[in-house]
């Protein structure tokens, strides 16, 4: 299963119900996700909470940011690099998308980071999803 699609989806779905949090398993790809969500102004917040089966394991809660006209602030999230096709590409080849409007979140050598983060170190590395 993919996690960081079931992430994605329970977000979007989430955001398109007007929901104020959404809770999903926690993993500490999804926490660095949602913190590059969190530092890029998408979300409100993110914390740690015990989760389901009698609290043994623990969730992600996330906090959605809107508008003051109840709009997402998150337009669009796509995954990119899935399970049975990895996509990888080098700093100079990372994707732009929507005349740069587009934050694309990547997992590197130096850790999870944006496009522009990658850039900057000039690293490449798996390029997870892209959120507008």
């Known amino acids: 299963m993919d996690?960081?699609?079931d992430l994605l989806t329970r977000i979007r779905n989430a955001s398109a119900k007007q929901?104020?949090?959404?809770d999903v398993p926690?993993?500490?790809l999804k926490v660095e996700v949602v913190r590059i969500l969190k530092d890029e102004g998408f979300i409100a917040n993110y914390k740690t909470v015990p989760g389901g089966a009698g609290g043994k394991f623990q969730?992600?809660?996330v906090f959605l940011k809107y508008t003051p006209n109840r709009e997402a602030a998150i337009r669009g999230l796509r995954r990119i690099s899935k399970p049975g096709l990895?996509?990888?590409?080098?700093y100079g080849d990372i994707p732009r998308g929507r005349g740069g409007l587009v934050v694309t979140i990547l997992s590197t050598s130096k850790?999870?980071?944006t496009h522009r983060q990658?850039?900057?170190m000039k690293v490449g590395g798996e390029v997870l999803c892209q959120v507008w």
């Open 3 to 5: 996690t960081l699609a």
């Open 19 to 22: 929901k104020d949090r959404v």
């Open 26 to 28: 926690l993993s500490k």
């Open 59 to 61: 969730a992600l809660r």
């Open 86 to 90: 990895r996509i990888y590409r080098s």
């Open 111 to 113: 850790g999870v980071v």
């Open 118 to 120: 990658a850039k900057d």
